[in-house]
């Protein structure tokens, strides 16, 4: 049994619009050692998005790779959940938004570790183990700004606010999907709010909007993202690296 | 008290001076600069590659270069953690980088125009310093001499990462090849400066040769980087911008041209390419941190209370 | 004291309003409501066409899409001014607009994706505007009317400006004439819907009629822009997502599909793509520009004083 | 007599780069007055901007048209100053530089329109009329802002500092050049002195960078800007618009 081509594209296209966001921190740290620990989650969601994009290639069967996958599609066809691709320069959002990306990644790549595709659970086995450290992370900083001085827990409170209208996007039906997005629900939001409740946050009332990533509908914030991501190797084309 | 016969005992005996050791002020002063200026230097290197990690060409390069920023990064807590030794904070290192009382090495003052600059910063400058800090791998202080030992390692893996960027380019499409010959032009002289000024006019350097912490002049360092980087240059099929560059079987070395230090002097004055945005990018990201290091802290004094409450 | 019978009889001979002539208060609080909404929907517009001027793909399309958003901001001043013949201030309304007490119109929460957007917002959103607003260049309130025939005059160049691109892209490569098709298919149904709820679930719409704000139904209006729309997309060659489209002899008007409103619910009530990007957008410029108003303020206010000691 | 390319583009980018900067403005200004002003001026630059590339390409002889010269020259092709390149997101700054360039702009084309080249001394005869106008509004905005609050003052005068760097670079000789950049310098500085003086502020005394931006040598910020400007046309080669 094998994954449908667009069902590995949202895996790989969440992974890697994440990777490019959290790359953007590399030298804009709080600290020298959050500049290592981002670049290695950046790191790490490169390299699940680098494999999801080679296998989804092999699926497709037309011969495309990885870097013809990424750099040669347009916003239209990215397969990412919006959640993941508008910019996040304030470093409370970004842990937020690690929390919910890394538990429902935590949960997913669990599920898919033992799905009916070989390869797909493969990768996923190999990623599970990423996220977890992934999940950790922001964890501990979930808990860190919550529960710190009084202006983080409102900026904590401010960041988990403002990236949970993204959050029912993840479990929205997909066609072809291995695993049933809405399968994930419970664990993720259970192990979201237990870390926010130790934060002394609150988990957020917020109505969803309305999303569509997987369907190639995005915000207005991927065509800039990828505007820059592209431009160089679009640029040269048919140009070795 | 610090006696002068023990320290210069060590020194003769070519042993390692440890931080509980001994030492004259001069020369924990002498090396407090130093390593804080080597550490800023790693932390100021990450913006010039790192402003290409959203637009590498590939996402094989993107993580290459992705993990050779992280290094940089990786080798500023190392080289800080040496200057910690020697009774000085990180956090007090940090303010003199961002108020200009402490120096970074004005290579990095020059901006990344293209792609190829990454491969040439990592082939020339990256050579340059470990031409540089080979010879402090046997520096007579032996936590800093330790941290370059492994800092050395990896920066000759991000040279030869260097090189072979500029090898895909050099033999890539004629806009590639023009752009890495480019990025060398451009790239050439400034890595020649980072040796520092020509021997006649280093006034500090004799004290440093006798106190082990420098070990070669700094026209010597600068002749053997360039005798290691012409043969590479070859090999990648680009030229470098000195037509005075020819083999002296004479000396058994490379002759090369007369550096224009004017440029560099321009460029430590503060007016280089860059300084402003390097130290502007530095501290508004120090500055936007603020509540995030606040927030850690009293997180942590909160569950020492707790700890201690329970 | 507002005398209902002059002004009734001014509605009565077709007259138009006047800011001084008496009128009911209820007719005065809808047409602030409205032209406010209308001057809203005019300054929250410019930014999902503003999102490709940076990007336009060649420089007269850039000089094009410019002047259009420029033009949109002028659509707001007059509306503006209009609103505040009613006796309101240009600032109370931008403040009702920011703390979402006022509407803007919903289409603008929909997201420019692709370059082909702008030639679909121009073609059909202004298309629709220009259905909607002809009407209202006879609205009863003179200064709303007078503002109307400005705006329409405009908003007629820029629906064939925007039917230009789509024409182009429809008649180019089929990457391009893919994204003009793709435009239309996602623009289409939001721009049915601004012409509001069906008439037997619009409850405010015969008080408008009989006051002389509105002039046709809003099934009457949409009728007439399918009818208008349906002969260009032909000339287009582009489809428009409703296979139940087709011409009715019977009714000498085009039959269209069932609107699912349950959407354009979603999108009112806050849940939309952008309504949070818009407002934020909008708020984040209004408090940056705060010390330039300052400013103006008070250099206005010295230069006064310097006249007077004069 | 006519110009040489190089010359033509440094004028044609300088103008192209401020508009693509300035149109950044358009749905951010204070006041929508302000909207409407800046994309006025925007407007004007990417006119002039246009006439100066059409003729830069009559010159080559090699056939590129505006949109050629435009799109498809990499930022090491690029002839503008660093003046104009740099992201200017606060009112200040973008007033300052305004100053600045207009003033400059305004001796420039006066001195062009009666050059040896008769395209380009045309071109300049209708500019010149326009940046009269950018230099009225620039010098309104500075007496406003430098005259206004302690707050605008301060911020009006850090915005001056900011941009006094990159002003030297603009009267460095250039080759090929129908009017001598150094002869425009005393009749810039004393129009910027004047008004400078008139809001109550002091001329800045900091040294200029190095710049280069007329040999190609440009700034980090360049490069993105190029990145957004050409994504969608690199991406569809010899597509029409």
Chains 1, 4 share one sequence.
């Not at chain 1, 992974?15 to 989650?41: C, F, G, K």
């Amino acid at each position: 049994m094998t994954a449908s081509v667009d069902y590995v594209l949202g895996l790989a296209d969440d992974a890697l619009v994440s990777a490019q966001r959290m790359s953007w921190w590399i030298s804009r740290a709080p600290e020298l050692e959050e500049d290592l620990a981002l670049a290695n989650i950046g790191l790490d969601q490169l390299g699940q998005a680098r494999t999801l994009l080679s296998y989804a290639g092999v699926v497709e069967g037309a011969g495309r790779t990885e870097d013809d996958l990424a750099y040669l599609r347009d916003d239209r066809d990215y397969r990412n959940v919006w959640l993941v691709e508008r910019p996040q320069t304030d470093f409370g959002v970004t842990m937020a938004r690690l929390l919910v990306l890394s538990t429902y990644q935590c949960e997913l790549y669990a599920a898919l570790a033992s799905c009916g595709d070989p390869t797909l659970s493969a990768i996923a086995g190999k990623a599970v183990k990423e996220v977890a450290y992934h999940r950790d992370h922001a964890r501990l900083w979930t808990l860190r700004l919550g529960d710190g001085t009084e202006l983080s827990h409102t900026r904590m409170q401010a960041a988990l606010d403002a990236e949970w209208p993204f959050v029912e996007e993840l479990f929205e039906p997909v066609d072809g999907a291995l695993v049933d997005p809405s399968s994930l629900r419970p664990a993720v939001l259970a192990g979201i709010s237990s870390v926010v409740a130790e934060a002394t946050l609150e988990l957020p009332t917020v109505a969803p909007v309305v999303g569509g990533g997987r369907r190639g509908l995005h915000t207005e914030h991927l065509g800039h993202l990828l505007a820059d991501m592209q431009h160089l190797h679009r640029s040269h084309p048919g140009a070795t690296w | 008290m610090v006696t002068g016969t023990a320290f210069e005992e060590l020194l003769a005996e070519d042993g390692r001076v440890e931080p509980r050791d001994p030492m004259p002020e001069g020369y924990r002063r002498t090396l407090v600069r130093q390593i804080a200026q080597h550490a800023h230097s790693e932390i100021i290197g990450m913006q010039p590659e790192g402003n290409w990690i959203s637009r590498a060409p590939s996402l094989r390069r993107k993580a290459i270069l992705m993990a050779k920023v992280q290094d940089e990064a990786g080798h500023g807590l190392y080289l800080y953690a040496a200057a910690e030794t020697l009774g000085v904070d990180r956090s007090d290192l940090i303010d003199q980088l961002h108020t200009g009382r402490q120096k970074y090495s004005s290579i990095f003052n020059y901006p990344t125009l293209t792609w190829a600059d990454v491969g040439a910063i990592g082939w020339l400058v990256d050579g340059a310093a470990i031409v540089n800090q080979v010879p402090l791998c046997r520096c007579s202080y032996g936590p800093y001499a330790r941290a370059m030992v492994r800092v050395c390692k990896e920066e000759s893996f991000h040279q030869r990462q260097g090189f072979e960027i500029l090898h895909t380019l050099s033999h890539g499409t004629p806009a590639q090849h023009a752009m890495a010959q480019d990025a060398v032009d451009r790239y050439w002289w400034p890595s020649l400066m980072m040796f520092g000024p020509p021997d006649d006019d280093s006034p500090n350097s004799a004290q440093s040769m006798a106190w082990g912490i420098k070990r070669f002049s700094n026209d010597d360092l600068r002749q053997r980087f360039v005798d290691m980087t012409v043969p590479q240059s070859e090999a990648l099929g680009l030229t470098l911008p000195d037509p005075e560059i020819r083999w002296n079987e004479e000396r058994g070395h490379y002759d090369f041209g007369t550096i224009d230090f004017s440029e560099l002097q321009q460029v430590i004055a503060g007016n280089g390419p860059c300084n402003r945005d390097r130290i502007d990018h530095r501290v508004g990201a120090h500055e936007d941190g603020a509540w995030v290091r606040d927030a850690a802290t009293a997180y942590e004094a909160k569950r020492a209370d707790r700890v201690g409450a329970a």
